[in-house]
């Protein structure tokens, strides 16, 4: 009797958290264009709806299914293809809605994987990952020496306001395709969260911790991971598709190597650990690459030491990080460790301003000759020619990394008491 009673009051109360928690995903993909009016901010949105999706089918591999790939671009990049295609079909009178051209994407990128993934699912491990490569360089390749089909350089472009226009949505506007967008996104997070939660889900988990007993048990582990890999493609391909809508022209640069590592490295420094995790990391992907190339011209070489410090401090990512410190917040631990957590985060800004500056004066410096010996950064005026400002700020890197080891030992000593 009281295990029941039990079961009867904790089912509906996860079912009113699931449902707070998809409906408050669904009104901030609905409300974030009516507060970020701006057109580079629905552009953005629209960017990081597109990276939502193909983050969380990258996940699908790396996070669920532990397959490090390093080619994931060569699908939701067919996808894009594939969907441009269509689209010009449809300007010419295919009978077809606009709404519908990223399922044709994602269904092409399917069949691909149907035909590659046998081959490629076949190994784990370090081995995936280089077939992987290999076959995405082999794609590359190959756009470029078939420019029939590829378009050559110039690629393939298009026009998304093609063919009819139902409810008078021509998703000619930003807005209307934003939330076209927001539409698949939110479905395909859906879709891909309810995957993880079926026996095909759980099994994949049980690949990636233990191919041997999973196999001993009468599974076959390269037939799960193939089958996750074919559903994996298919997402990544609607992402495709999208894109190939929201920009209007596709290069064979969505094949590329880099586009296929910024997936790994967002959707591990996001949290690939948990569900949410590359849902983050998507966000910080389309910020980083949309705003700090504007920003500074060592823009990659921060991404760079932010993927090696998430490696080195935080190997579960953002999403790990926010879920410890609401635990942390839960049980009280931060009414004890509030002051020495707090030392250590001014240190962590004292020192990445050093480091930054550094780095900004090193940059400034080789362009010298053309801008100048003088840099303006953080409020101050740097003469990067002078001994000083490197001597400063050098001494400021030292005393926020000597900071940061202070709060180290004196979280220690709190976490003793």
């Given at each position: 009797?009281?295990?029941?009673?039990?079961l009867s009051v904790t089912q509906p109360a996860n079912s009113l958290s699931r449902l707070l928690v998809w409906g408050g995903y669904a009104l901030?993909?609905?409300?974030?264009?009516?507060?970020?009016?701006?057109?580079?901010?629905?552009?953005?949105?629209?960017?990081?709806?597109?990276?939502?999706?193909?983050?969380?089918?990258?996940?699908?591999?790396?996070?669920?299914?532990?397959?490090?790939?390093?080619?994931?671009?060569?699908?939701?990049?067919?996808?894009?293809?594939?969907?441009?295609?269509?689209?010009?079909?449809?300007?010419?009178?295919?009978?077809?809605?606009?709404?519908?051209?990223?399922?044709?994407?994602?269904?092409?990128?399917?069949?691909?994987?149907?035909?590659?993934?046998?081959?490629?699912?076949?190994?784990?491990?370090?081995?995936?990952?280089?077939?992987?490569?290999?076959?995405?360089?082999?794609?590359?390749?190959?756009?470029?020496?078939?420019?029939?089909?590829?378009?050559?350089?110039?690629?393939?472009?298009?026009?998304?306001?093609?063919?009819?226009?139902?409810?008078?949505?021509?998703?000619?506007?930003?807005?209307?395709?934003?939330?076209?967008?927001?539409?698949?996104?939110?479905?395909?997070?859906?879709?891909?969260?309810?995957?993880?939660?079926?026996?095909?889900?759980?099994?994949?988990?049980?690949?990636?911790?233990?191919?041997?007993?999973?196999?001993?048990?009468?599974?076959?582990?390269?037939?799960?991971?193939?089958?996750?890999?074919?559903?994996?493609?298919?997402?990544?391909?609607?992402?495709?598709?999208?894109?190939?809508?929201?920009?209007?022209?596709?290069?064979?640069?969505?094949?590329s190597g880099s586009r296929s590592g910024a997936y790994l490295l967002f959707t591990f420094v996001g949290g690939s650990t948990l569900f949410v995790?590359?849902?983050?990391?998507?966000?910080?992907?389309?910020?980083?690459?949309?705003?700090?190339?504007?920003?500074?011209?060592?823009?990659?070489?921060?991404?760079?030491?932010?993927?090696?410090?998430?490696?080195?401090?935080?190997?579960?990512?953002?999403?790990?990080?926010?879920?410890?410190?609401?635990?942390?917040?839960?049980?009280?631990?931060?009414?004890?460790?509030?002051?020495?957590?707090?030392?250590?985060?001014?240190?962590?800004?004292?020192?990445?301003?050093?480091?930054?500056?550094?780095?900004?004066?090193?940059y400034h410096l080789q362009q010298s000759d053309v801008s100048g010996p003088m840099l303006s950064m953080m409020g101050l005026t740097l003469d990067?020619?002078?001994?000083?400002?490197?001597?400063?700020?050098?001494?400021?890197?030292?005393?926020?990394?000597?900071?940061?080891?202070?709060?180290?030992?004196?979280?220690?000593?709190?976490?003793?008491?």
């Open positions: 009797m009281d295990q029941n009673r039990g901030v993909l609905v409300l974030a264009p009516l507060l970020l009016t701006s057109s580079l901010s629905q552009s953005l949105l629209s960017q990081i709806g597109i990276a939502i999706i193909v983050c969380l089918s990258y996940n699908l591999l790396l996070g669920q299914g532990g397959m490090v790939s390093f080619g994931h671009a060569v699908y939701s990049g067919m996808g894009a293809f594939l969907a441009m295609h269509t689209l010009n079909r449809v300007s010419g009178g295919m009978p077809l809605p606009v709404s519908l051209v990223p399922l044709v994407g994602g269904l092409a990128s399917a069949l691909l994987a149907l035909l590659l993934g046998w081959v490629t699912t076949r190994r784990a491990g370090t081995s995936f990952a280089m077939i992987t490569f290999g076959m995405g360089e082999l794609i590359w390749a190959a756009a470029l020496v078939l420019p029939g089909f590829f378009g050559g350089e110039g690629g393939v472009s298009g026009n998304r306001v093609a063919g009819s226009a139902p409810l008078g949505l021509s998703f000619g506007p930003q807005i209307q395709l934003y939330y076209l967008i927001a539409a698949y996104t939110w479905v395909c997070t859906a879709l891909m969260y309810a995957l993880t939660r079926t026996p095909l889900g759980r099994m994949l988990n049980a690949v990636r911790d233990n191919p041997e007993r999973v196999a001993f048990i009468g599974y076959n582990p390269q037939r799960v991971r193939y089958m996750v890999f074919v559903i994996a493609a298919f997402f990544a391909g609607i992402a495709g598709g999208l894109s190939a809508l929201n920009y209007e022209i596709v290069s064979n640069e969505v094949f995790g590359p849902i983050i990391g998507a966000v910080l992907m389309v910020l980083a690459f949309g705003l700090l190339p504007g920003l500074t011209p060592a823009w990659l070489l921060y991404l760079g030491v932010i993927f090696v410090g998430m490696v080195m401090l935080a190997p579960g990512g953002v999403a790990a990080l926010a879920l410890a410190a609401w635990r942390m917040a839960g049980q009280g631990t931060w009414a004890r460790q509030w002051a020495p957590r707090l030392l250590m985060l001014a240190a962590l800004v004292i020192a990445a301003s050093a480091f930054v500056t550094g780095v900004e004066m090193v990067t020619r002078s001994p000083v400002s490197w001597i400063g700020c050098a001494v400021v890197g030292m005393s926020g990394l000597a900071l940061w080891l202070a709060g180290q030992r004196w979280l220690a000593q709190e976490g003793r008491v």
